[in-house]
């Protein structure tokens, strides 16, 4: 068990700008025994091959089962990874479900990894990978199994590791806005997040028995997140990390400036807003973080990899 996570929270104090740990596995936002869902950062960076940031992903775990939310590079090891630490009595092939948010590479690259390393390490018995996400989810998910054709064939042949096994199972269901998912734990709804010039990007507003958490994937103006947060209890919010003055056309355009990023949170009124998919540190980084504490009155934490909030 990690002995402290790496989560920054930005405090005005005397009138400095000062930077605290939080607990392991833990939040401002309630007594960790009172909570039955858990918020486990898996990747919390951009597509820059940042070692301390993987591929964004993000657990939702209720109880002990866990629902996926984007599937960037190194996602079914840093799952294993947040396992060992402790997070679930659970192995590495138990992510059967996942969210993605939209199709860009750097949410999607771990989706060959959740497919084939789960089937893999999986049991004789093993429910399929169901995964839901925007069109052309299922045209991608069709040739990431033919890609792969030679090496289902060898495990499942006869001189293979798995010989007599089927070969994976993935159901992609493509999606529109509105509730996408249902099952006893857990409500998923997607709603429409503008991602420059993108044509199917979501968020996600997940209701449990005790928590509403929303995740706004990458996202850009005209943000519709406050409305679907509007109180939530977890904010999980891309961007934040670049000012206005700083930031490209591009970045403008795609991702979330820290002006308007205390905007959104400001309305939304979460009760702990996390920031994730964040560049690698650097001093333009910190001044960006500095100024959204100087814009925002609410508690924030940047997030890390294997970060957990209850």
């Known amino acids: 068990m990690r002995k402290a996570a790496r989560s ?6 005397l009138g400095a700008l000062v930077a605290h740990r939080a607990p392991a596995q833990s939040s401002p936002t309630a007594p960790a025994s009172a909570s039955r869902t858990r918020l486990v950062m898996l990747g919390t960076g951009t597509p820059a091959a940042d070692p301390d940031r993987f591929g964004s992903a993000v657990v939702v775990l209720v109880d002990s089962t866990p629902y996926l939310f ?35 590479s750097d949410h999607t690259l771990g989706l060959p990894d959740l ?19 925007p069109p052309g989810l299922s045209a991608m998910t069709t040739h990431l199994l033919a890609a792969w054709a030679e090496d289902v064939a060898i495990r499942t042949g006869p001189e293979g590791e ?19 998912y249902r099952d006893s734990l857990v409500t998923v709804t997607a ?15 997940i209701q449990t028995p005790d928590k509403v958490i929303v995740l706004s994937g990458d996202a850009g103006p005209p943000s519709t997140v406050a409305e679907q947060c509007r109180g939530c209890d977890i904010l999980v919010h891309e961007g934040g990390s ?53 814009l925002y009155a609410g508690p924030f934490v940047v997030a890390r990899d294997l970060d957990v909030y209850r």
């Open 162 to 180: 798995g010989a007599g096994e089927a070969p994976p199972a993935v159901h992609a269901h493509e999606i529109a806005p509105g509730v996408v």
């Open 115 to 133: 497919i084939f390393t789960t089937w893999t390490l999986g049991s004789d018995v093993r429910p399929p990978l169901e995964v839901y996400g």
């Open 70 to 104: 984007d599937a960037g590079v190194g996602v079914v090891r840093r799952w294993a990874q947040a396992l060992r630490g402790g997070v679930a009595p659970l192995a590495p092939a138990s992510l059967h479900r996942a969210f993605i948010t939209h199709l860009h």
């Open 191 to 205: 709603f429409v997040a503008h991602h420059g010039s993108v044509p199917h990007a979501f968020g996600y507003r």
């Open 242 to 294: 670049v000012l206005a003055s700083e930031a490209t056309p591009y970045f403008r355009r795609f991702h979330t400036t820290v002006e308007a990023m205390a905007e959104i949170a400001t309305a939304a009124r979460p009760k702990l807003l996390v920031l994730y998919h964040q560049r690698p540190a650097s001093p333009a980084v910190e001044r960006a973080y500095a100024r959204l504490r100087q």
């Open 8 to 13: 920054t929270v930005f405090l005005l104090a």
